[in-house]
């Protein structure tokens, strides 16, 4: 079944724990993405990629960091969450030139105390 | 940077009323996306267009791309209890061969049975 996985679905950390957050697509899509959604604000952009070892900053990348070492996985890193990054996370991925066709994971709802 | 401004907000609709929402930008878009977030779940796409004057129906929805190429419309016929959900609209702003999405704020609808 093609789909975006994402783990760990729901997590609470304390402020300045690192934490990662996984993705994974079994799509061979080029294009992978994070948002995250939070009440009011829809979805924002974090980072992008446009394919392996290509990153490039969203409209929101203060605090993150991705990478992109293979094409399946784009991880989500958070090197010293603060309490501002409680939010729902999602990933998506598509196929680069058919700019709209993104399909997302099930979503991650980060906690930070 | 650019912003998507929907409206409504929210709706509550009698099941069997038609729907419509629309979303604005101060900037050209060259494409337009319609996504619907199931409570719960990620974005899934509804509908995309790619041209000015566009009018493309995908079952009971039906969604236009403004003529200014600066809003776009969804309109969505006899609403059924599977309705609920909140619609976004989105598009894509390309920087130097790389692209990143632009989401509006959401419209959350309610259908009462």
């Known amino acids: 079944e093609a789909q975006v996985t994402q783990n760990p679905r729901y997590l609470i950390t304390v402020t300045g724990k690192k934490l990662t957050v996984t993705c994974s697509q079994n799509?061979?899509?080029?294009?992978m993405s994070w948002y995250r959604q939070d009440p009011g604000l829809g979805l924002r952009q974090i980072y992008y990629?446009?394919?392996?070892?290509?990153?490039d900053k969203g409209d929101v990348p203060e605090g993150y960091k991705v990478s992109r070492k293979e094409k399946r996985n784009f991880p989500l890193i958070l090197e010293s969450p603060s309490p501002n990054q409680t939010s729902l996370y999602f990933c998506?991925?598509?196929?680069?030139?058919?700019?709209?066709?993104?399909?997302f994971g099930p979503g991650t709802r980060l906690l930070v105390l | 940077g650019q912003q998507l401004n929907q409206s409504p907000q929210s709706m509550f609709i009698q099941e069997g009323e038609d729907v419509s929402m629309n979303c604005t930008s101060s900037?050209?878009?060259?494409?337009w996306l319609w996504y619907k977030q199931d409570p719960g779940e990620g974005p899934v796409l509804l509908i995309a267009?790619?041209?000015?004057?566009e009018l493309t129906s995908n079952g009971r929805l039906t969604a236009q791309f403004g003529i200014t190429r600066k809003d776009s419309f969804l309109n969505i016929s006899a609403s059924i209890p599977s309705d609920v959900g909140i619609y976004f609209c989105?598009?894509?702003?390309?920087?130097?061969?790389?692209?990143?999405?632009?989401f509006g704020t959401g419209t959350r609808l309610k259908v009462l049975a």
């Open positions: 900037s050209i878009f060259n494409t």
């Open positions: 998506a991925s598509s196929l680069v030139g058919v700019e709209g066709t993104q399909y």
């Open positions: 799509m061979n899509h080029e294009y």
């Open positions: 989105a598009g894509p702003t390309t920087t130097s061969g790389t692209y990143k999405y632009i």
């Open positions: 990629s446009m394919n392996v070892e290509v990153t």
């Open positions: 267009l790619y041209k000015a004057g």
